[in-house]
């Protein structure tokens, strides 16, 4: 594991030396990358592949094309099975019984389907349930790809070229404040999650009760 990595929240040993062993080939490093995500996503491309990049072991072509096809394939294979199912769950009586409020929640993601994928792209909390939604809403294909993949372009675009300039100096800065002030490296840690984990409960709980709501004008 490189001395980035070290710091990390879980154990990523087996799946980090599985990409370093793959450095010769940079193609099957860049699928093997890929196919975590469909996995660890969030582990891969943002714990794994800034950290790689800012030392050199991880190529910028190679980490933003992993990136990008491993979450848009991701989300692609997340929506079909659910849309292809809703012919057979549209006959569960709970499902024709709340017929208004699915048809409302479409609506919804008719006029708001750009703007809802670049959300849910930064919150964790809300991608898998809003990416089922959808589907199983059956919105529109094209739409849904088109957006999804500009959203992961963008997100890959943030891991490849951005996250490595700030991860490396940041993350140094914190094991030097480490020998000096633990407990205030903790605090900062704790801070940080804090805030993105109330940050991640408010714009889940907005975004899932406008989805919840019931457009009176339709």
């Keep these: 594991m490189t001395p980035l990595l070290s710091m990390a929240p879980i154990d990523l040993s087996a799946l980090t030396d599985a990409i370093l062993a793959t450095t010769e080939h940079p193609w099957l490093q860049g699928w093997f990358t890929a196919v975590a995500t469909f996995f660890f996503e969030n582990v891969v491309c943002w714990t794994i592949v800034p950290p790689l990049l800012s030392e050199g072991i991880l190529g910028w072509m190679t980490a933003l094309q992993s990136t990008f096809w491993g979450v848009f394939i991701g989300d692609i294979l997340m929506y079909l099975p659910v849309r292809f199912a809703m012919r057979y769950v549209a006959k569960i009586r709970w499902v024709r019984k709340h017929q208004d409020q699915i048809e409302t929640c479409g609506h919804f993601f008719d006029r708001h389907l750009g703007k809802t994928l670049f959300i849910i792209r930064f919150t964790p909390?809300?991608?898998?349930?809003?990416?089922?939604?959808?589907?199983?809403?059956?919105?529109?294909?094209?739409?849904?790809?088109?957006?999804?993949?500009?959203?992961?372009?963008?997100?890959?675009?943030?891991?490849?070229?951005?996250?490595?300039?700030?991860?490396?100096?940041?993350?140094?800065?914190?094991?030097?404040?480490?020998?000096?002030?633990?407990?205030?490296?903790?605090?900062?840690?704790?801070?940080?999650?804090?805030?993105?984990?109330?940050?991640?409960?408010?714009?889940?709980?907005?975004?899932?009760?406008?989805?919840?709501?019931?457009?009176?004008q339709q």
């Design 125 to 216: 909390g809300i991608r898998t349930p809003a990416l089922l939604a959808a589907g199983m809403l059956r919105v529109h294909f094209g739409q849904y790809t088109l957006f999804s993949a500009l959203s992961c372009l963008f997100q890959s675009a943030i891991i490849t070229f951005f996250m490595p300039k700030c991860y490396a100096p940041l993350i140094a800065w914190l094991k030097g404040l480490w020998q000096h002030h633990p407990l205030l490296v903790l605090a900062i840690i704790g801070t940080f999650f804090a805030a993105f984990i109330l940050a991640q409960y408010f714009i889940a709980r907005a975004v899932m009760n406008r989805l919840s709501s019931r457009n009176t």
